[in-house]
């Protein structure tokens, strides 16, 4: 969804795009385009949003980085990975702002496997110079409670895909 701040909307686009527009008159001031790993396969390349603070635009990528752009320019202010794409871990959702604080959930979590050093996440950053702050697991790992569950769990959704006969039946 567009988000407008003293006369300037900004949006983004599919593919990591953000543009900054004059409200008023639909002007375009800057234009941000994030280019992405060529090895990166994206089957729908979603983004939904920046958050704004300050003087700055934070914009959370399919590559499952943070960058933030100054609004007045688009220039890259600072730019960080939150985990590694080749491991299935992206951002879809934007970035919301909270006390100083880019707060950003990955997704990704339906290509878990053990290379990982844990699930989906959400972390926080400071705004200003994007420091992790914290981070916390939407997801039990081993070890820890419900951890189990959740590892047999998948294993067991994953057999039920290779072998369809031993899944539930799907309501048509």
């Given at each position: 969804?567009?988000?407008?701040?003293e006369g300037?909307?900004?949006?983004?686009?599919?593919?990591n795009?953000?543009?900054a527009?004059?409200a008023?008159?639909?002007?375009?001031?800057?234009?941000?385009?994030?280019?992405?790993p060529?090895?990166?396969?994206q089957m729908?390349?979603?983004?939904?949003?920046v958050?704004?603070?300050?003087?700055?635009?934070y914009?959370?990528t399919a590559?499952?980085?943070?960058v933030?752009l100054?609004?007045r320019?688009?220039?890259?202010?600072?730019?960080v990975?939150?985990?590694?794409?080749?491991?299935?871990?992206?951002?879809?959702?934007?970035?919301i702002?909270v006390?100083?604080?880019?707060?950003?959930?990955?997704?990704?979590?339906d290509r878990?496997?053990?290379?990982k050093?844990a699930?989906?996440?959400i972390?926080?950053r400071?705004?200003?110079?994007?420091?992790?702050?914290?981070?916390?697991s939407?997801v039990?790992?081993?070890g820890?409670?419900g951890g189990d569950?959740?590892r047999?769990?998948t294993?067991?959704?994953?057999?039920?895909l290779?072998?369809?006969r031993?899944?539930?039946?799907?309501?048509?």
């Amino acid at each position: 969804p567009p988000i407008v701040n003293e006369g300037v909307m900004f949006i983004t686009t599919p593919h990591n795009r953000v543009i900054a527009l004059d409200a008023r008159t639909g002007e375009q001031i800057w234009r941000y385009d994030r280019e992405l790993p060529e090895d990166q396969f994206q089957m729908h390349p979603t983004n939904r949003g920046v958050g704004l603070y300050g003087d700055r635009v934070y914009l959370a990528t399919a590559d499952c980085h943070i960058v933030a752009l100054d609004a007045r320019t688009g220039d890259v202010v600072w730019n960080v990975a939150g985990a590694d794409y080749r491991l299935g871990f992206r951002y879809t959702a934007g970035a919301i702002i909270v006390g100083g604080k880019v707060v950003a959930s990955t997704n990704g979590c339906d290509r878990y496997h053990e290379a990982k050093e844990a699930p989906c996440f959400i972390s926080a950053r400071d705004a200003l110079t994007g420091e992790e702050a914290w981070r916390t697991s939407t997801v039990a790992r081993p070890g820890e409670p419900g951890g189990d569950t959740a590892r047999k769990s998948t294993q067991a959704c994953n057999a039920a895909l290779r072998f369809p006969r031993c899944a539930s039946p799907r309501p048509r």
